[in-house]
């Protein structure tokens, strides 16, 4: 495990915290030692002031009968001789009263205690015995105490500190270097490292919760860089194929749409490196904050929080990337391949006009499609998309070639044996001597303006050639024009040799 500067920065902070609390520990128990061994002097003197209460009762109880005033005032002096005791004094039931020269009028005081004690004899009350007692505590006793305890009192504190320590180290340092540990390997390798750490706390919690982060990180990185490679992939190859359909005129229309698709891939694969970038610096954040010591429960949250949400947002976009790479793909490599197969007619269409979205979003044109989802054929599909392709980009450079605004219908359905395609749409139209030269080759009303005369004269030939079909059109100036096309449903593999 790497050594860092603020590794132990945590450990620092709890010294620091638990110092002062450990002292006031250790005040309070030397207060709460002396109180109670106050309170066990206390009480031993005042267990000693009652048992000489009572001995000096049965002492005086004799002379008190035979009413020996004398005898009893010798004896009430000679017990006034002791400093802890005020005053003595002897209440009897033949109406006199003895007492030590030593005033029993004294203020109240915290630290004066009344003593009683009944004068019995022969089992019959014949007086009282009251005393003021003085506690005074033995202030050298005390400290002698108070000294004694206090190796004990540190050993305990230092054996409880060691255990914070130890416990703080073991529950909270450990798992959170475990962590930083795994982040550090899956940075490394870019494998999922789980950290080995289970409790019933918010540290288990949290560990649960990185693991599963981790793991989805990674699964995540997995598949986006899965993801990447088959967008690369598909680009390198979209760029072969555009180098080969520009060599031929006839793909000639391929060349934009590209250009299209590289742009529109261009936009999500650059949300997709922002969000990595955002992700890379928020991690950076987050390991600068842990060995700071400031890492909080609720950063570490946001950071779980705002890292799915950039990892949501790559998925996301690398998945559009890779849907259009793969509809293009589709569609391109139809289109270099020379073969049939058996496909969905309505999939197929949809996979072309998704394509072609780069090159309408300059245009208010919209594309309508009407295609029952069970139509399925044998033939050539590469063929139906450049048919499509060039109907589309012809209508929106001639149709749509004075306003930005229109709607194009493409209606496909199965009668018989045979695939009715109707292409429609509310343009410019055509007069009827465009109508009957619009198939010949190199015919064009924008030469110099990009066109190039080819365009339908190859979407003839692919349909009448290579299909097998025919194609009809019809047009009124100023209202539209509408191509009719009749493919079979079945063509056989040999069908273009």
């Known amino acids: 495990m790497p050594v860092h500067v603020h590794k132990n920065s945590l450990v620092k902070r709890l010294f620091f915290i638990s110092l002062p609390f450990t002292l006031l520990a250790g005040v309070i128990y030397a207060a709460a030692i002396i109180y109670i061994e106050s309170q066990s002097l206390k009480a031993t003197q005042l267990a000693q002031v009652k048992t000489q209460m009572q001995q000096l009762a049965k002492v005086v109880a004799i002379p008190t009968w035979n009413l020996d005033q004398q005898f009893i005032n010798n004896y009430l002096t000679q017990y006034a001789q002791d400093p802890h005791i005020l005053c003595i004094e002897l209440m009897s039931d033949a109406n006199f009263t003895e007492k030590?020269?030593?005033?029993?009028?004294?203020p109240e005081e915290d630290n004066v205690e009344l003593f009683s004690e009944p004068i019995i004899f022969e089992e019959q009350y014949i007086g009282v015995v009251v005393a003021s007692f003085r506690v005074e505590l033995d202030n050298k006793r005390l400290k002698f105490i108070l000294l004694s305890r206090i190796p004990t009192a540190l050993v305990a504190l230092l054996s409880i500190f060691i255990v914070v320590f130890l416990v703080f180290r073991r529950w909270v340092v450990m798992p959170i270097e475990s962590i930083m540990s795994s982040i550090e390997a899956s940075q490394k390798d870019g494998k999922h490292h789980p950290v080995d750490w289970r409790s019933e706390d918010e540290i288990g919690t949290l560990v649960e919760t990185f693991n599963q982060a981790q793991l989805k990180q990674v699964l995540h990185d997995e598949m986006l860089t899965s993801e990447r490679d088959k967008a690369e992939q598909a680009l390198e190859e979209l760029k072969h194929t555009q180098s080969q359909l520009v060599?031929?005129?006839?793909?000639?229309?391929?060349?934009?749409?590209?250009a299209g698709i590289s742009h529109e891939i261009n936009t999500p694969l650059g949300v997709a490196r922002t969000s990595a970038s955002y992700v890379e610096d928020s991690v950076k954040q987050l390991e600068t904050a842990f060995y700071e010591g400031t890492l909080t429960k609720n950063e570490m949250k946001e950071f779980i929080d705002s890292f799915n949400d950039g990892i949501h947002l790559m998925s996301a976009n690398l998945v559009r990337a890779s849907e259009l790479m793969n509809s293009f793909k589709q569609v391109s490599a139809d289109q270099s391949y020379d073969q049939a197969r058996d496909f969905n007619l309505n999939e197929y269409l949809q996979e072309t006009l998704y394509t072609l979205k780069p090159n309408l979003k300059r245009y208010q044109v919209a594309i309508l499609l009407d295609c029952n989802?069970?139509?399925?054929?044998?033939?050539?599909?590469?063929?139906i998309s450049q048919i499509m392709t060039n109907l589309i980009m012809n209508s929106l450079m001639h149709a749509y070639s004075t306003t930005d605004n229109g709607t194009i219908r493409i209606d496909a359905k199965e009668i018989e044996d045979d695939i009715h395609i109707t292409y429609s749409d509310d343009g410019a139209g055509m007069n009827e001597e465009i109508c009957r030269k619009i198939f010949d080759p190199f015919f064009t009303t924008k030469r110099g303006n990009g066109g190039t005369g080819l365009g339908m004269h190859i979407i003839y030939n692919l349909i009448s050639h290579k299909?097998?079909?025919?194609?009809d059109v019809s047009s009124t100036q100023g209202k539209g024009t509408t191509f009719t096309i009749v493919l079979p449903k079945y063509l056989p593999d040999d069908a273009n040799q």
């Open 467 to 471: 299909l097998k079909g025919t194609i």
């Open 247 to 258: 060599e031929s005129e006839k793909m000639a229309s391929l060349g934009s749409l590209v």
């Open 100 to 106: 030590s020269p030593a005033s029993c009028q004294h």
């Open 373 to 383: 989802e069970d139509i399925s054929i044998h033939s050539f599909p590469g063929a």
